[in-house]
Nanobody
Framework: QVQLVESGGGLVQAGGSLRLSCAAS??????????VAWFRQAPGKEREFVAAVSHRTGSTPYADSVKGRFTVSRDSAKNTLILQMDALTPEDTAVYYC???????????????????WGQGTQVTVSS
């Protein structure tokens, strides 16, 4: 069982930045075995993919809506997944979730159904 705990959310003005963290723990967890990802869910909307890191290749796919503004990275020494968010807009307002899964193939990285471990989420609110 993998435990994921997000932090770093908050209220920021449009154009500002936030840095989200996701601390991963649990027996057998390592970034070499688990793909990790960020998803977000705005009120009244489906949970959507934001960014991921493949455990097989280290590739980092992004949703088109965040490409060029968000950067996902891993701190292997701390088992922490990072999401640096810059140039935020009100459309980025959502609860952001960290997810992890073993055995995910690259074509499934963007699909929430491929992830069996989820954090509790952290709220990000961007004011205009």
């Amino acid at each position: 069982q993998v435990q994921l705990v997000e932090s770093g959310g908050g209220l920021v003005q449009a154009g500002g930045s936030l840095r989200l963290s996701c601390a991963a723990s649990g027996s057998g967890f390592s970034f070499r075995r688990y793909a990790v990802a960020w998803f977000r869910q705005a009120p009244g909307k489906e949970r959507e993919f934001v960014a991921a890191v493949s455990h097989r290749t280290g590739s980092t796919p992004y949703a088109d809506s965040v490409k060029g503004r968000f950067t996902v990275s891993r701190d292997s020494a701390k088992n922490t997944l990072i999401l640096q968010m810059d140039a935020l807009t009100p459309e980025d307002t959502a609860v952001y979730y960290c997810a992890a899964a073993s055995g995910v193939i690259i074509s499934q990285l963007r699909s929430k159904s491929g992830y069996g471990n989820w954090g509790q989420g952290t709220q990000v609110t961007v004011s205009s």
